[in-house]
């Protein structure tokens, strides 16, 4: 209850905040976006992650009013970093929206307002969703991908391998990327089954025309191993860790 009224609070006043992780081609390691982290700057508690509040948002139904902000924020953020750089191809942005979220029935009306106002092209942007969403089976949130889709927006699959795992799925949504979960990545060099899975995916991806991102890259010798099994993205705190907008124009203009 406490959290919650903080939350209402911290719409309010300003307190939530956005980072950007870098997200880079593996082949040739330049940048091509970056995916908006949400933060929340509590007076008391010091910095949250949203694994301290996603709960309580859920719950509360303030998800949405956290996930519109986010995408109104980093949308209008993007187009300020991508006006400077004139001549590079656009910066892609993804953003997480939760399946609460997905499901609600004003969300493509409310994604597509904000990418009017904000002008960012729906072509640059991403949409991050968990397979549980997929697997609600409902055909409210199947039109709404599929409305989404058709603006040119892309459909990525976070923590990809740690849902259940029904495939088929990816037959019949308008999927575009599986995003690797990270416990897979750390643990490639150890386990072999973990190895095996992430060359099983990275290949099934690309006979089925999707994209694969590595997330959770930490050493050189998984980039080195995701470079040679062919995963088109990679991003992780060995190529940068989540960066406050303060920081992004030098980190662009480092040659990356
Ligand atoms: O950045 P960090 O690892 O602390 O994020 C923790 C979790 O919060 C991750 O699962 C991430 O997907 C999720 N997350 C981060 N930002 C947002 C957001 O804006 N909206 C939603 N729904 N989830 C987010
Ligand atoms: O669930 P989702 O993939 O959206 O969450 C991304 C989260 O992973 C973010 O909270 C981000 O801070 C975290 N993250 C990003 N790169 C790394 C990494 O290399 N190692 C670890 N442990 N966490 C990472
Ligand atoms: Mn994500
Ligand atoms: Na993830």
């Known amino acids: 209850i406490t959290l919650e009224r903080d939350l209402r609070r911290a719409v309010r006043q300003g307190e939530l905040r956005v980072l950007y992780q870098p997200i880079v081609a ?6 091509v976006g970056f995916e908006a982290l949400l933060r929340w700057q509590h007076p008391e508690r010091g910095l949250l992650s949203p694994a301290d509040f996603l709960g309580v948002a859920e719950e509360s139904g303030l998800i949405q009013e956290l996930d519109r902000w986010v995408l109104r924020e980093a949308c209008a953020q993007v187009r300020v970093w991508q006006r400077r750089l004139p001549a590079a191809p656009p910066l892609t942005l993804s953003v997480n929206f939760s399946g609460r979220h997905l499901a609600a029935p004003d969300v493509y009306t409310a994604l597509s307002a904000i990418l009017a106002e904000t002008g960012f092209d729906p072509h640059a942007l991403r949409i991050e969703l968990t397979e549980s969403v997929l697997l609600t089976h409902s055909q409210t949130t199947r039109e709404t991908l599929e409305r989404i889709r058709r603006l040119g927006v892309g459909l990525h699959i976070d923590d990809f391998g740690t849902g259940y795992s029904s495939l088929g799925y990816l037959q019949s949504y308008p999927v575009d990327a599986l995003k690797i979960d990270r416990s897979f990545i750390d643990r490639m060099l150890s386990s072999q089954g973990s190895a095996e ?60």
Do not use: H, W
Request: proline content about 6%; some cysteine.
């Open 197 to 256: 899975l992430v060359r099983t995916i990275v290949s099934m991806a690309k006979n089925l025309g999707l994209r694969v991102v590595a997330e959770g890259i930490e050493l050189p010798a998984q980039l080195e191993r995701l470079r040679a099994l062919g995963c088109d993205y990679g991003q992780g705190y060995l190529l940068s860790r989540p960066l406050t907008p303060e920081q992004i124009p030098a980190f662009l203009a480092g040659g990356n």
């Open 26 to 31: 593996v082949g040739t390691g330049c940048t």
